[in-house]
């Protein structure tokens, strides 16, 4: 029941947060990231372990300096789910500017995986990538904890017509989506077990990988646009980068294309590393008999 009313709640706020002015609510989460950066949590150690370890010539001043603009960024984007998943359309196109080396409205765009990453702006640029191709979309999402904010999200993330369907049932229904010519919206990046997986270098350190895209691309002979939404500064909105599709992909060789994917992500978090997630356990999951960093 408690669970019920907290899920009602935050809704709510959320909610009434998409009523007002875009700026005060991201400089509302920018200042409750700074406070909650202050006080020792396991997510802040987390994100600790993962810059130290992806990037070890940087001093402990420029780590903690990236540490706490990441943590900033990452609680205020929690916030900012209030106009991604409740502004309006008129009020998101204010806010994300699309910068494309695709025609997102090309009628004759071929099977298509559009590859997310995990920075902080990820839920702008996928719920405004799909407003974007004006068709309908095929979404895959990881299952949350909780069922009613379960639905919410997939609500929210649903309005422009997208189909979701959890990874768990992933397979059948991007191979579907692939032939109908709905462009399929997923992210590879995080650690998600050993299960269609394989261990390629994130930053020199041995990362669990997921292997589907590379697989996905190949079965359904899909191209493969990668995605990124990035916070602007001075509180500005958004943009939604869309890069050209990957040639030469897949390989057919998983280990090779897991590579490449890293490879280019590490390109983009060069850019701006405070956006990257470092609160997730990027390297949870080690090879055999390799102690864990957590």
Known sequence: MLSRIG????????????????????????????????????????????????????????????????????????????????????????????????????????PTLLLGFHFVGIEAGSVF???????????????????????????ARGRFDAELASRADSARIVLRWLRERKPVMLGADMDYGMRNSTFVPFFGVQACTLTAVGRFAKVGRAQVLPFIGEVLPNYKGYRLRVFKPWENYPTGDDEADARYMNAFLEEQILRMPEQYYWVHKRFKTRPPGEPGFY
């Open 129 to 155: 990538i799909n407003y974007s191709l004006h068709r309908p979309c095929g979404s895959l999402y990881q299952p949350m904890s909780n069922p009613e904010l379960e639905a919410v999200a997939k609500a």
């Open 7 to 110: 899920v009602k709640l935050a809704v709510g706020l959320l909610k009434l947060f998409a009523l007002l002015p875009y700026g005060f609510v991201a400089r509302l989460g920018d200042g409750l990231g700074w406070l909650l950066y202050q006080i020792p949590s396991r997510r802040r150690r987390i994100v600790h372990i993962n810059l130290k370890l992806c990037f070890p010539e940087w001093s402990d001043e420029r780590r903690e300096e990236v540490a706490q603009k990441h943590f900033r960024h990452a609680i205020r984007s929690y916030v900012e789910r209030s106009v991604q998943w409740f502004g309006s359309a008129k009020k998101l196109e204010k806010l994300i500017e699309v910068v494309s080396d695709v025609d997102l409205l090309d009628p004759d765009m071929p």
